[in-house]
């Protein structure tokens, strides 16, 4: 049969029948977190309120295909997790409805297999034999707090809203720009196992060589596996002029004494929420005069964006001031054909060449979260505590750029942190991993030293 070419399972009756005994069940523990259940049932009840007399239909998805019969580790989508907070360890094609007329919340899953099942041996695709374990419904609804039902008892619904629906979307968008405490928590909890990668990449730039931005990447996934669930998104690890192509994330180039590489990396938890830190790093462990000349400037740029991180001012001055910073010194080096002033005028951005994206974006579950909310609130919303977000100003001059100084070329240099704005200011969640000139070669030579 077309599809069984490398299958060797035994299908005979008498060993199918076999196969069914002997089995004991191994124990379960449910480790309750109680102010995670209590973020996702704040959630539901939100949902429930804004969508009123509405079926809400919310799937954890099945794990993508990458190559005929294998797949990539699972991840629930989003927008599940956000009402559930069942993160990485949660049962693929599980489904979760609320009702808003009923104000209820019901969980569909499949639960664990009998060991004198079919599914339990002989299904390659699902059995417990063959992917692991699944909890049962008790141990679900007990570990969620939110009742939970047979997968086969679902019955679709007429008229549901799913995140097809536009509304929904963008409703569960804006839903996540505020955290709770407990989710400012798990990114502080990915910010730290971020560091650990970055360190444990660092030791390993000295003997990377040759396609060593891959050994530098394979450094960074040791630690977000180790820590936590996954990467938050794919490493760049940009040596050179790669640092210049904003998303390189194949990761081939060398590594070669001399240049920096720029390593934008994030930990994923298994909880799902996410770090995003970038720093660029000098190959040799020093900085030259030119390369320090554009870091400072960056930096200095990130710190203008970070003095405007307090509640009540715009998301969206933190790019103004960070690009003040940028348009100062595109001026002071004569690459821009008018004023900084006059470059930052709507109409003209002449330093925009050198610093394309923004300055920064909200984080959480998703590392660009927020994606689908209303600009009204997001760029131009007023910062309100429990916000969490990048601040990720950028240089970036190409090696064949002819508008650049020639000494600059080849040169790409981004700084990225983690904050979260409190009643009065910002928390920076970042802060222990180095950033300045002299913190960044101190780091890089204790880990040297050390190893």
């Known amino acids: 049969m077309a599809g069984d070419n490398r299958s060797r399972t035994p299908k005979d009756k008498a060993f199918l029948e076999f196969m069914k005994t002997g089995w004991s069940e191994a124990e379960a523990q449910v480790q309750i977190d109680p102010a995670a259940n209590q973020t996702a049932y704040e959630k539901r009840a939100q949902l429930i309120d804004a969508f009123p007399g509405r079926t809400i239909v919310i799937d954890a998805g099945n794990a993508k295909q990458r190559s005929n019969d294998t797949h990539y ?12 907070n069942w993160g990485s360890r949660a049962v693929e094609g599980s489904i979760l409805v609320i009702d808003s007329a009923e104000k209820t919340s019901k969980l569909f899953i499949r639960p664990s297999a009998d060991k004198d099942s079919d599914e339990f041996f002989a299904n390659s695709e699902i059995g417990e034999f063959w992917v692991g374990p699944r909890p049962d419904l008790a141990q679900v609804e007990k570990l969620l707090g939110i009742q939970t039902f047979d997968l086969k008892d679902f019955q679709p619904i007429e008229n549901q809203l ?23 928590e ?25 396609r060593g931005e891959r050994a530098l990447e394979a450094a960074f996934f040791e630690k977000a596996r180790l820590h936590g669930h996954d990467l938050g998104y794919e490493t760049i690890a940009a040596s050179g002029n790669h640092a210049n192509i904003l998303h390189w994330t194949k990761n081939t180039g060398d590594i070669k004494t001399g240049e920096l590489v720029l390593v934008d990396a994030g930990v994923e938890m298994d909880s799902l929420f996410t770090a995003d830190i970038t720093r660029t790093l000098p190959i040799s462990g020093s900085f030259s005069a030119v390369q320090k000349e554009i870091y400072e400037v960056v930096l200095e740029a990130a710190d203008a964006a970070f ?17 003040r910073v940028i348009a100062k010194h595109c001026q002071r080096w004569g690459i821009i054909p008018v004023s900084a002033e006059e470059s930052l005028k709507p109409e003209n951005q002449y330093h925009r060449r050198w610093m394309v994206h923004g300055t920064g974006h909200h984080l959480g579950l998703d590392v660009h979260d927020c994606a689908q909310a209303r600009k009204e609130m997001y760029l131009d919303t007023v910062l309100k505590p ?66």
Request: proline share 5%; aromatic share 10%; with cysteine.
């Open 73 to 84: 580790r699972f991840r629930p989508n989003t927008e599940f997790t956000q009402l559930t």
């Open 162 to 184: 799913t995140v097809e629906d536009d509304e929904l979307k963008q409703f569960l968008s804006e839903q996540r720009i505020v955290k709770s405490s407990w989710e400012i």
């Open 186 to 210: 798990q990114i502080e909890k990915a910010v730290e196992a971020t560091k650990d990668g970055f360190e444990n990449l660092i030791s390993k730039i000295p003997a990377a060589g040759k």
């Open 307 to 323: 003095a405007v991180c307090k509640p009540g001012n715009l998301f969206r001055d933190m790019h103004n001031e960070a690009m």
């Open 386 to 451: 429990g916000m969490v977000f990048t601040i990720e100003p950028g240089l970036y001059f190409h090696q064949n750029d002819q508008l650049a100084p020639p000494n600059f070329r080849g040169i790409g240099v981004r700084i990225e942190d983690n904050v979260a704005i409190t009643e009065d200011g910002y928390r920076w969640l970042s802060e222990g991993i180095p950033r300045t000139v002299v913190e960044v070669e101190q780091w890089m030579k204790s880990i040297w030293d050390g190893n």
